[in-house]
């Protein structure tokens, strides 16, 4: 293990990866000589001295850096967009990072994260407490492991090209020099915490091998990284948006939005959907109004009614227990915001469309 004390993070880039543009305050272009690595990186801002760490593990080299001087964190602050010859993949371990992707900042808390291809520019700001993972893929890695004809061998896995991730990474090695700017962008699924759970384990996993390698070594972590696509592709565990960097920040922000709705039937407040999206209510009540044509209330509102209607036709779930279900404080409400949307009682609904759509006679 070559493990180092560094006076600045610039000094481990230069050796770990082939700089180019090192002088521009505009872009600087990473070149990774490695087939693969992991980088951990931690800043801290709350305790009495600052610093930053950045750990980096590959099968060429394993080193780390410490900086805690104000003057060298103040110039980090300050660091250039940059881009790479490689695909790299990020997720956020513990606090909340903001990432600059071109001209837009993104902040990602705990548990989300993205895959940035080749042709984006960005850096991660030091705004915020955190602990990130990182995973970089060189195109030539990546191409050579969806191409081997001994990676897919299981009926299961011969699906593995319909998965997100897989075509996301398909696609932008199909051409030696795509021109597109896009990532994915996930984020777990409401309440399912299960998600970062499993990403932790594999990275944790990913991270032992190449630091204890063994005979086979470079066939499991292949696999690992199959695993982790495959997670990450995973619609019970994880939201995914294919992001074009042209479509701007306001979609991409309405499609997560519209997940959440859907995963909590409408019923998140305001100020919840204001914390786990990190925008104000009023912002996010603007979204809404753009894309839905709708206030915020009412477009979670069509979710809310859309499970009501589940309810009504496909269970046998009582008209209270629904209300109770979805989060109503009494029945009354209820039966006024139904009736507002479809002209009739909730039990008028079932007895008209129930017979329509199952052919029951209901009492």
Known sequence: MNAEQSTSIQQLNSRLFEIHNANSTFNQYYHMSAPFSAVVETYRSDLPQSYFKMAYFSPEDISHVLIDEEDLLSSMKRRPLHQHDFFEFMF????????????????????????????????ELLSNDFRIFFLNLSREYVRSL??????????????????????FLYENTSQENPVKKEYLDFFPVFQNTASYQKVYALEERIVKTILSPSIGATFLINGLICRLFDLLSSET??????VDIDSGNDFLLFTKLTHLLEDS??????????????????????????YSGMTLFEYGMTFCLRKAEYYLLKTDVSVSEIARLLG?????????VFKGKHGMTPKEYRIKYRRWTQGENLK
């Open 92 to 123: 956020v371990l513990q606090g909340e990072a903001t990432v600059k992707i071109e001209n837009t900042e993104r902040i990602y808390p705990a548990g989300t994260g993205c895959i940035v291809n080749c042709n984006l520019r960005h850096v």
């Open 146 to 167: 969806l191409n081997s004809p001994n990676i897919f061998q299981f009926t299961v896995e011969k699906s593995a090209s319909l998965c997100s991730v897989f075509q």
């Open 237 to 242: 565990l994880f939201h995914i948006s294919m």
């Open 265 to 290: 039937d409408g019923r998140l407040s305001r100020r919840e959907l204001s914390k786990l999206l990190n925008y104000s209510g009023d912002y996010l009540n603007r979204i809404s109004r753009k």
């Open 328 to 336: 109503f404080t009494n029945r009354s409400h209820f039966y006024r």
